[in-house]
Structures are given as C-alpha cells and as structure tokens.
C-alpha cells in the first residue's frame, strides 16, 4: 500500500495577521493578467485598507497552491528555532512534504513559482497590520530573499536545497507571539487549496491571536467576505457558488456545524457556526521549547501537559541556570529535567551553579541522566519508526537547523546527494547531529563536513 503523504504531520501555529487577512486569493486559478488588487476591510471595527502589487513573470497575485507553501514555510521557520534574521535552510521536498503534497514531481514546478510570487509580491496595509497592541501600517513581502540550488534550466527538484529568508515583519511578529495555534494535520487532510486556505481564514476568525479562546459563531457581509478571500467575481451568486464545495467538506469534517445565508442579493450576510474542535497546544510554548532545542513532537507534549506559564518560567529558569556558567552533558535533557521538577532542586539558579556537594551533585546528574536518556530515546525512537524515505527528509531538516550558520546552500547540496546516493551511513550521521547540535559542536562537526565533502 502506499504511503499516506499526510501522515503524522505537525500540528503547528499561524501568524496572526496573515490568518486573518486573506494576503492569498482562495481561488486556485486567476484571471492571467490579474497583478494587483486593493480591498477595505473591518478589522474588529477599524477601517482598513490592504493592497497588494504583483508581477505577471510568475502568474500574477498569490493565490492557490501559494497558501499551501506559506503554512509550509512558516512550520519550517518554527522547527528551525524561529531565528531572529528569518533565515532558514530546507529542501523543495521538505516543503511539500509539510503540508502534505505529492512529492514525485509534478509540484517541483508549481512550488517554484509559487516561491518566486511570494518574493516578488509586495503588500500594502493601512492601519492593518497588528503589532504592539494596536493596528499600525506595514509595506512587507511574504519573503524577503531565496536562493536555491537546481540542476537544469533553474527548476526544482527533490534534492534542491533552498535558503529562504521569511518578511521582517512577519518574522517580528512570530518572535513577539502574535500566533494561533493551527491544526496542520486537519487542514492538510482536506481535499483542495481552496478549502485548505477558507480554512486558514476561518480558523484565524474563529480564534484570533488576540483572544483568549475560541468563538463559536462568525458572521460577516457577503461582500466583505468575498474581499477577504479575495474572489474575482463578486456576484453573490458566483461567490456563494465558489465556496459551498469547500463549506460542504468542512461540514463533512466536523469543523463547521453549518453556514447560514440571511437576506438576499449583496445585503446578505453569511453566518458560520463552528464545530466542537480538538485543543491544541499553547503555540508560544510549543515555540519557546523549539527555539530552546526541543524538537517540535517533544515540544507539543511537554506544551500541552505543563501550559505556557510553566513553560516561560521554566525555560527562564533554564537559562539563567546556563547563563551562570553550567554546562550540562545534554542541554535537552537538562531543560526536561528542569521542566518536569517538582522537588524545587533548581529554585536558586546561584546556588545551584556554585553548589558543590557530591550527594546534591549525583542526585542531580542521575535527574539529568534520566531525562537525557528520555530525550534521547524519544528522539531514536521517532528514528527508527520512520521509513527510509522519512529518515532521509528529517535528517535533512536536522542537519539545516544545526548547521544553519555554517553551511552555505551548495554545501548542504552536495551532503544531501551524498546521503542520497548512499555514500554516508544515515544512522551514524544522525547520531553525530543529535551528540553536536551546540554552536561550538556544530562548527566542529561542519569543518569535519566539509573536509569530507572536499576529500
């Protein structure tokens, strides 16, 4: 049997803004010529305005598939860290692998273009963009650079390594925690891109970054809904027309009740009721515990059993623990050790550095040893339950998380071909990552790197 591409995929966050502002038409085919549009919104009784320009080279304004790819790349800038330039390293694979598209070829070329709209689209929001509190007015790019390797005629392939480098300000907004959780697993199970990115909208109205729960109901004029999803054709007819496929499959899957529509022509407004849905994780304690080392199931467990506050202090206390100068064998052993204390041993982080009893000392280490083991085995233990195929793509991820600062695009390209043509042992590579993820390690182990790939 095959297998199931959207399979065991993260559940993960969404921006706050881009959840709720419709940047990407829901439509999955344009008009050819169509490069620009400009709509008026009612952000939570602000008026808004937000525009977006454009170039016909890479089919006009995002929309489709391109949605699909910025989830997609927003997963993978989190299991990357979130670092503070919005830089990260991946592969063409790996980005359709996340959000569960075929990865045998025929996306490669959709991908690209997808990629290249969203660098070269410029947006325009007028006391739309929320940030410190407040709606303020942003000029941004989805992206803001990308480089990649291909082999013919600039395409992209399986093994094409991409270095991309996310908006800044939608990088600031992520590191400030201006996110919602997002369920990946159901919205990658849904059928088409259009009903994929009514869902992203949906579920940004139904719980907005800026609330603390869920709402059970969202109702908004038909018109004004359409400008959301930015739909060409604005006859309500046609626009109605456009989204009861994709309301049908929601209702199918339990996460809409049901769509009311109540009056007639253009004053109608369209009423959704939610379903009940299943609890996520709190995403800035998932967030957190990544960009503490943490890898993303780890993180969602320990998320959602301990809670944000917990988390905060916790890896507050973690770092000040570090900060005055100890240096565990395992740093995410030691902060699972740290979260899951319930004995108060690291109450006082001064005293707990300076402390030099022998008996404190062992009964610490064998807390540390036991949670580095855990951490250890539940990191082979995701290992070996993958199939060769899913081995090859997370040590890819890994080694462009770990090796991020150290490894140009062309390097990893080259490491990446050599793993796939077999000539590295993928256990042992993997188990090298896993023992060298600090900076200082990882240098070493890129300077190893490289004299292999020289050699």
């Known amino acids: 049997m095959k297998e199931d591409p959207r399979r065991d995929l993260p559940r993960h966050i969404d921006e706050g803004n881009l959840a709720r502002l419709g940047l990407i038409s829901i439509q999955e085919r344009i008009p050819e010529d ?12 602000n008026r808004a305005q937000l525009r977006c320009a454009a170039v016909p080279t890479y089919g006009g304004v995002p929309h489709g598939l391109d949605n699909d790819v910025s989830l997609a790349l927003l997963t993978i800038y989190q299991a990357a860290g979130s670092p503070a330039d919005g830089t990260f390293v991946t592969t063409a694979y790996q980005i359709l692998k996340t959000i569960g598209l075929d990865t045998s070829g025929r996306y490669y070329r959709a991908l ?26 942003r000029t941004f790019r989805y992206l803001d650079n990308i480089e990649f390797t291909h082999k013919d005629e600039g395409e992209l392939d399986s093994s094409s390594v991409i270095e991309i480098t996310l908006g800044k300000e939608i ?8 996110i919602k959780p997002l369920d990946l697993e159901l919205l ?9 990115a009514l869902f992203r909208l949906l579920d940004g109205q139904r719980l907005p970054a800026d609330l603390p729960g869920p709402v059970r109901a969202f109702q908004v004029r038909l018109l004004e809904w359409a400008d959301v999803c930015k739909i060409v054709d604005k006859r309500p007819e046609k626009i109605r027309r456009t989204l009861k496929n994709a309301h049908d499959e929601l209702i199918e899957r339990g996460y809409l009740e049901c769509v009311e529509y109540v009056g007639s022509g253009k004053a109608q407004v369209i009423v959704y009721h939610f379903g009940d849905v299943r609890p996520l994780p709190d995403p800035a304690a998932v967030d957190l515990l990544v960009r503490s ?24 206390l973690f770092e000040a623990i570090l900060e005055g100068g100890y240096r565990p064998r395992n740093r995410q052993g030691f902060l699972v050790d740290v979260l899951r204390d319930e004995q108060g041993k690291y109450a006082n982080p001064g005293g707990f550095v300076a402390e030099n009893k022998k008996a404190a000392r062992r009964a610490r280490g064998a807390g540390e040893a036991r949670a580095s083991a855990e951490a ?31 490894f140009k695009p062309l390097e990893f390209s080259f490491l990446f071909e050599l793993l796939e043509a077999g000539e590295v042992d993928r256990d042992w590579l993997y188990a090298e990552v896993l023992a060298n993820s600090t900076p200082r390690r990882a240098s070493e182990l890129a300077q190893r790197l490289r004299g292999m790939l020289e050699g």
């Open 188 to 196: 990658t199970s849904l059928k088409r891109p259009l009903t994929r």
């Open 34 to 45: 169509l490069v620009e549009w400009k709509v008026e919104l009612n952000l939570g009784g």
């Open 376 to 406: 250890e085995g539940d990191s082979l233990a995701e290992w070996k339950a993958k199939s060769p195929e899913e081995r090859l793509s997370h040590l890819k991820s890994l080694l462009a998380v770990v090796l991020r600062k150290e």
């Open 112 to 137: 690209r273009e997808s990629l290249m709209r969203l660098t070269h689209t410029t947006y325009t929001a007028s006391q739309a963009w929320h940030a410190d509190g407040r709606w303020q007015s």
């Open 171 to 178: 990088v600031r907004s992520v590191r400030a925690r201006y």
């Open 293 to 316: 080392g943490l890898s993303l199931p780890t993180a969602q467990r320990y998320a959602r059993e301990y809670g944000y506050p917990r988390v905060k202090e916790r890896v507050a």
